[in-house]
């Protein structure tokens, strides 16, 4: 029997305004509107226009609770919304740029009937200038139409399927993040990321602008409060710019103190005319993969070891599907790891909004970023694994068919280029176990030349190709021993545990789907105390990080600490306490 669970936020949902925050921490301008709320909507054949005959509530995807609108997306049908807003632009120079959280998957946007632009890929941000579609009316129409192939397509898709089951959860399509509008100057600062040199006492501030004249310069500014604690300018070249910060005193982020400096960046003309002025912030922190005294390969943050204890967070909502209800719901998952005593989230072939990345900022937990997959074939790799192949051996092909390189290194691109800023995230996770694999050191070596500063899981489970600074177990049963080690590679388990307990009115199914079974709570927390301490034990042999499976239920999978609506199933201080103990 399905059980339409909600949760605990889902009354708390704006009707009119949903999601009012500010949608990207990471480079804030005073000047924005919001457009979540009720738009028209209709589902349709490609061939036929569309008659809008009911509406939806932007931005949660089509097929949630929350969206109003009860429809899964089949790879032959269309989805078109619309919506009407005001011209924010004053007189004078400025561009009107329309910004998408994220659409899943690809996208056609018109302004007031004019094409102005398209997307494809489900999980990065990305805006269209709309200033020369707007027209001189009070109000200008907004139409967008969305096509999504999910499970039948070659795109990263995470764990979404048409037929879901098990680990494969349903479908998702269109805008599930928030759209605004931003009026910016016609040379603005486009991007900002930081890269920090402890040894030097310095922050290096990275900037992407656009249009920049000769002449221009950034200034950057960082403050601690009101106080100011370190400045500096660059003059621009070629639209880029990079603005070293000198610190007396380097305030380092960790999960035990997340500072976070204030920055306050401004790009001025050759006469000191500020053009374009944004806010934003930054966490110093180096990570590395050495070896300890015993010469165990660690991870390191900030010239110290530490392990990295965490969960496998699929990022999912009973009533919102891949969108949180509310900002509380966005950041309670975070803040429920934390109160559990884990220090790390391994966030699962998803990719989050901006505010939840800053809310691990800010809140203090390490990242392990990744990728989502493309198609996997549950039922072929039941089959198989049924036949006795290991996974290590199966026919791949079969299970994880359509790869289209070209189209995965472009998402994979946008999504490094997304979230670059954010000090939380410690490790790209590019391949998670075979699910889509391909090119695999060919893609590894890309992600670490893109992005020095970060480590890189190579890949997470079964088909490892040597590369990468961690060599990834996936453990569903005993852990005796710890594999052997590889020389320079850091020693984990990306998945492990999977211990299921079905909690009556929060479950989904009357039953459910896990790795191993129990009972009871009492029972479910003696296997896991007895796991914990086999990995306890492996942690002096070199183990140098576990992530469990998983944080919360997910539709028919009954694997997480808490369920699918968010109740803790054990106390988390006894969970905690077993952290404790062990480590």
Not at 192 to 214: H, M, P
Not at 398 to 425: C, N, T, V
Not at 486 to 507: K, N, P, Q, W
Request: charged fraction near 20%; hydrophobic fraction near 35%.
């Amino acid at each position: 029997m399905l059980v339409n669970l909600r949760s605990q936020w889902a009354d708390d949902v704006d009707q009119e305004l949903p999601l009012p925050e500010y949608p990207r921490p990471q480079l804030v301008r005073e000047q924005w509107v919001n457009l979540n709320g009720k738009w028209d909507a209709c589902v349709h054949s490609p061939e036929v226009e569309p008659d809008f005959f009911a509406s939806i509530l932007v931005p949660f995807p089509l097929g949630s609770t929350l969206s109003g609108f009860d429809h899964i997306l089949q790879p032959e049908e269309i989805l078109t919304m619309r919506t009407y807003f005001e011209n924010p632009l004053s007189e004078g120079p400025e561009r009107l740029r329309l910004h998408f959280g994220a659409v899943d998957w690809a996208c056609e946007i018109w302004i007031n009937d004019v094409a102005v632009g398209s997307h494809t890929g489900g999980f990065d941000p990305f805006y269209i200038d709309i200033t020369d579609a707007l027209t001189s009316d009070s109000s200008q129409k907004l139409v967008i139409a969305i096509a999504d192939p999910t499970d039948t397509g070659t795109q990263p898709l995470g764990k979404q399927t048409l037929t879901p089951f098990a680990i494969q959860y349903t479908a998702v399509a269109g805008i599930w993040q928030t759209v605004w509008l931003e009026p910016v100057p016609h040379s603005c600062i486009e991007r900002v990321y930081t890269e920090t040199a402890i040894t030097a006492g310095t922050v290096t501030v990275n900037c992407d602008l656009s249009n920049a004249k000769s002449g221009t310069q950034v200034n950057v500014c960082a403050f601690d409060g009101e106080t100011l604690m370190s400045q500096g300018s660059e003059l621009v070249v070629d639209d880029s710019v990079s603005v070293p910060l000198y610190f007396d005193d380097l305030h380092l982020w960790c999960p035990s103190d997340p500072f976070l400096y204030d920055l306050v960046i401004e790009l001025t003309d050759a006469n000191g005319n500020v053009l374009d002025r944004a806010d934003s912030y930054c966490g110093a922190r180096e990570v590395s993969c050495e070896p300890d005294d015993a010469g165990h390969m660690r991870l390191y943050l900030n010239g110290s070891p530490i392990f990295h204890l965490g969960l496998l967070d699929q990022g999912w909502w009973p009533d919102g599907l891949l969108t949180a209800p509310t900002d509380e719901a966005l950041k309670f998952d975070i803040e429920a790891t934390l109160k559990m005593g884990f220090n790390t989230i391994r966030k699962h072939v998803k990719v989050e909004p901006a505010r939840w990345y800053w809310h691990a900022d800010r809140l203090g937990v390490l990242v392990w970023q990744d990728m989502p997959s493309t198609v996997f074939n549950m039922v072929e790799f039941g089959k198989q694994l049924k036949e006795g192949t290991k996974p290590e051996e199966m026919e791949w092909e079969s299970i994880s068919p359509g790869k289209d390189p070209e189209g995965f290194r472009s998402e994979l691109d946008a999504m490094l280029h997304a979230l670059q800023l954010f000090p939380s995230i410690v490790v790209w996770v590019p391949f998670n176990e075979a699910w889509g694999q391909h090119d695999t050191n060919g893609t590894l070596t890309h992600v670490m030349r893109s992005d020095p500063t970060r480590l890189v899981d190579g890949p997470s489970g079964w088909t490892d190709m040597g590369l990468g600074h961690m060599r990834d177990h996936h453990l569903y049963q005993d852990a005796e021993q710890l594999p052997e080690a590889e020389s320079g590679r850091a020693t984990v388990y990306g998945e492990f545990g999977g211990i299921s307990l079905y909690i009556d009115g929060h479950s989904m199914f009357e039953k459910g789907w896990g790795y191993t079974k129990t009972e009871s709570v009492e029972d479910f927390l003696t296997s896991y105390e007895e796991l914990l301490a086999a990995i306890g034990s492996l942690i002096p042999e070199g183990l140098a990080g576990a992530i469990y499976t998983q944080t919360t239920d997910v539709e028919s999978e009954i694997n997480g600490l808490l369920t699918y609506d968010r109740e803790y199933k054990a106390r988390p201080e006894k969970i905690r306490s077993i952290h404790e103990r062990i480590l």
